[in-house]
T-cell receptor
Framework: NAGVTQTPKFRILKIGQSMTLQCTQDMNHNYMYWYRQDPGMGLKLIYYSVGAGITDKGEVPNGYNVSRSTTEDFPLRLELAAPSQTSVYFC??????????FGQGTRLTVV | TQLLEQSPQFLSIQEGENLTVYCNSSSVFSSLQWYRQEPGEGPVLLVTVVTGGEVKKLKRLTFQFGDARKDSSLHITAAQPGDTGLYLCAGYSMIYNQGGKLIFGQGTELSVKP
């Protein structure tokens, strides 16, 4: 059972570089989420999607972009990386009225 | 914006002690969820509370949803080192047109020492 798969697991970026964090789920879930988590803290919502073709901003969307062209995939794009984007990024998915299932996370460092 | 405030943020106790973690909001939630996260892993659901006043038990963990559905608590009896981790409460936004948004509290970092 794959569940929610995130790639890469680790990445070091230089300031100003761009990258895409990949997230795919095989549970046919409508809802998908991107969160960032700083050390010892909770999860802050970056973007979410309620279905293919529909995305919406969360609490901290600045510096990020997303797309949802298929039910399975929800990539997160970082343009012009900044040190403030150093964090652990989690992707999650759920179906209506169910729990959220999380990926293993991507640890990103911007230097 | 609906917010969830957790307290305390950090808790360090000895094995065998009891503890309570609180999750509060000024807004009503249709339900609240509690997750536990271990280092290097994503959060995993412990329980969902749905009805105001509801109490759910999971072995030594007791979860309560406030009557007004604005707050919840997690009580652990006789804590063990295996309970160590980050505990997170979460809820779905009830703001119009944002029902899919799942928001989290800041988390409570629990350390249980043998």
């Amino acid at each position: 059972n794959a569940g929610v798969t995130q790639t890469p697991k680790f990445r070091i970026l230089k300031i100003g570089q761009s990258m895409t964090l990949q997230c795919t789920q095989d549970m046919n879930h409508n809802y998908m989420y991107w969160y960032r988590q700083d050390p010892g803290m909770g999860l802050k919502l970056i973007y979410y999607s309620v279905g293919a073709g529909i995305t919406d901003k969360g609490e901290v969307p600045n510096g990020y972009n997303v797309s949802r062209s298929t039910t399975e995939d929800f990539p997160l794009r970082l343009e012009l990386a900044a040190p403030s984007q150093t964090s652990v990024y989690f992707c999650a998915s759920r179906q209506v009225n169910t729990e959220a299932f999380f990926g293993q996370g991507t640890r990103l460092t911007v230097v | 914006t609906q917010l969830l405030e957790q307290s305390p943020q950090f808790l360090s106790i000895q094995e065998g002690e009891n503890l309570t973690v609180y999750c509060n909001s000024s807004s009503v939630f249709s339900s609240l969820q509690w997750y536990r996260q271990e280092p290097g892993e994503g959060p995993v659901l412990l329980v969902t509370v749905v009805t105001g006043g509801e109490v759910k038990k999971l072995k030594r963990l007791t979860f309560q949803f406030g009557d007004a559905r604005k707050d919840s608590s997690l009580h652990i009896t006789a804590a063990q080192p295996g309970d160590t981790g980050l505990y997170l409460c979460a809820g779905y936004s009830m703001i119009y047109n944002q029902g899919g948004k799942l928001i989290f509290g800041q988390g409570t970092e629990l350390s249980v020492k043998p």
